[in-house]
């Protein structure tokens, strides 16, 4: 088929409507593309952006692929079973692989491999992939279990200023232990690699590799209260070509929880982040790495 140049832009609504803000980098009041981001709060959500199309096509070849596998060895435990069986029985896995892409057509050549999924082929013009592999371990226990997830997600798109791509690779390790029946402590680690690469606006490149981790205790006396203590240390670097960006980001944090059945719920969290960076505040990059914060001393 065809595939259709987009040109787009960014339309305010109202506050929390949206989903990107923004952030006038170059400080000229004028609202350029290339100044908007993915709002990190709802309050500064004000923009939707919007495709139009063109009357620039380019002939493509699409091809899709979806599959999905989930193994529970834990249906075939039986009463009887041994001690290998049970332990493989706590186990189970969860493979899903998803993609729709478009590659630019040749002459006489059906192009169809979909595990060929490299952003930087010049002749893919349009892709959104996914995959993910989980691995549970006690998924439904109630005082031990802990899961760990792949996931690589990348997507492009064809512009008329040129190519715009996305990708987003992070393992994560969870891991929750119920000490007693008010005591629970909850660790969430997570390292990863988070790329951007745009044709035409080259300061919005960058490939920033992270390592984040979180630890929470809660309390719950009871079904309708619950406090936690929150610690979140996060490490960023900006490893692509000519980046040099770092940052530390150590993040203290309190949350409480109330609900009454059929009556409603209040909740509510509040955090003292610390934030050591090495460079400008006024660029896509130093917006990605301080998720929208500022260098020193921030509350949410």
Excluded: C
Aim: charged share 20%; proline share 2%.
């Amino acid at each position: 088929g065809m595939e259709l140049k987009k040109e787009y832009s960014y339309i305010e609504v109202s506050p929390g409507q949206g989903v990107y803000t923004w952030k006038d980098y170059n400080n000229d009041g004028i609202k350029q593309l290339n100044e908007f981001e993915i709002a990190q709060f709802a309050d500064q959500a004000i923009y939707i952006r919007v495709f139009t199309p063109t009357n620039t096509y380019v002939k493509v070849n699409r091809d899709q692929f979806s599959y999905s596998m989930y193994l529970r060895p834990s249906v075939f435990k039986r009463e009887n079973s041994g001690k290998a069986t049970n332990f493989i029985a706590r186990f189970a896995t969860q493979t899903v692989y998803r993609v729709d892409k478009k590659t630019m057509a040749q002459q006489n050549v059906l192009h169809f491999n979909p595990f060929d999924v490299n952003p930087t082929d010049t002749l893919l013009t349009s892709m959104t992939y996914n995959f993910r592999q989980a691995l549970f371990f006690n998924q439904s226990a109630q005082v031990f279990g802990f899961d760990y997830t792949f996931q690589d997600n990348r997507n492009k798109q064809l512009l008329t200023n040129g190519y715009e791509s996305k990708e987003l690779q992070t393992h994560e390790l969870r891991i929750r232990w119920n000490l007693s029946k008010s005591w629970g402590v909850f660790i969430n680690s997570v390292t990863g690699n988070k790329i951007n690469t745009s044709q035409y606006f080259f300061q919005r490149n960058y490939n920033i590799a992270y390592y984040e981790t979180e630890s929470k205790i809660s309390f719950q006396p009871s079904t309708s209260f619950r406090l936690s203590a929150i610690y979140k240390r996060t490490q960023k670097e900006n490893i692509a070509s000519g980046g040099f960006q770092k940052a530390n980001i150590d993040d203290f944090g309190t949350e409480i929880r109330y609900n009454q059945l059929t009556k409603g719920s209040l909740s509510a969290r509040a955090n003292y982040i610390l934030i050591d960076y090495n460079d400008s505040e006024n660029s896509p990059v130093a917006f990605e790495m301080l998720n929208a914060l500022k260098t020193g001393n921030n509350i949410t």
